[in-house]
Nanobody, 119 residues
């Protein structure tokens, strides 16, 4: 069983920064896993924000390119999302998941971490 616990969200003014963390535990070796961050804004579907492969290749949604950076520390079993130049439209609950074959591997999501960006 794999457990994913997101943290680091909060309330921030537009233009500010936050760093989200995803702690990974259970029957998974993070070193070999591709990971992803998603977000779900109120009244909207969950959307992919960024992915990072085991080989450190990264990909970003157009809406966050140049502002967000995904990274990982396999020794700490943690995946990060550094968010800079935040905008009100970044307001959402952010989730992490294992990324496999172009989609989230697990259908069951964690609690996520809420991010609110005020204008």
């Amino acid at each position: 069983q794999v457990r994913l616990v997101e943290s680091g969200g909060g309330l921030v003014q537009a233009g500010g920064s936050l760093r989200l963390s995803c702690a990974v535990s259970g029957t998974i070796i993070l070193t070999y896993a591709d990971m992803a961050w998603y977000r779900q804004a109120p009244g909207k579907q969950r959307e992919l924000v960024a992915t990072i492969t085991s080989g450190l290749g990264t990909n970003y949604a157009d809406s966050v390119k140049g502002r967000f950076t995904i990274s990982r520390d396999n020794a700490k079993n943690t995946v990060y999302l550094q968010m800079n130049s935040l905008k009100p439209e970044d307001t959402a609950v952010y989730y992490c998941n294992v990324w496999s074959k172009g989609r989230a591997l697990f259908d069951t999501w964690g609690q996520g971490t809420p991010v609110t960006v005020s204008s």
